[in-house]
């Protein structure tokens, strides 16, 4: 029987400051160096994938979904603090089989899939103070 594996992209938020409505996601600007702007920080992001045949597909990934946890707590801007290339998940399969006392047999497999990963702050501006910049 084959198996079919497909890689995805995972992430989470925790709400540190006042949590906003949700937003779009492509209203959420990604910065990879805080902004001279104001702002206020609502929460921690967190995503990662190994969906992705390059690192720079898979980070692409990772981000999305980074920006879509900000969306969920109603930021409009992450603030980058890492990016991190992860040498690999591993996930393994079994199945056994025993028939009375001296009969047995196994097929087991393994998979590893090279992982990008991203964090950064959450956080909520004024829209208008970009476009005047």
């Known amino acids: 029987m084959p198996v079919l594996l ?11 400051g ?10 959420v600007s990604v910065f990879v160096e805080a902004p ?8 921690r992001v967190r995503a990662s994938s190994d ?6 597909s898979r980070k692409e990934k990772a981000t999305l979904e980074m ?5 969920k707590i109603g930021a409009n801007g992450v603030i980058l603090d890492g990016v991190t ?21 196994s097929i087991g497999s393994s998979f590893s899939f090279p992982t990008a990963e ?11 103070v970009v476009k005047a910049l």
Do not use: M, W
């Open 118 to 128: 991203v964090t950064g702050a959450a956080i909520y501006y004024e829209s208008d």
């Open 6 to 16: 497909f890689g995805c992209a995972s992430g989470s938020h925790v709400v540190t």
């Open 67 to 71: 920006r879509e946890q900000a969306a």
């Open 18 to 27: 006042q949590q906003r409505p949700e937003i779009e996601v492509d209203q």
């Open 36 to 43: 001279a702007f104001d702002y206020k920080i609502i929460g």
């Open 51 to 56: 969906n992705g045949f390059s690192e720079g």
């Open 85 to 105: 290339q992860l040498s690999f998940r591993r996930l393994g399969t079994g199945v056994g089989l025993a028939v009375g006392s001296g009969v047995g047999t």
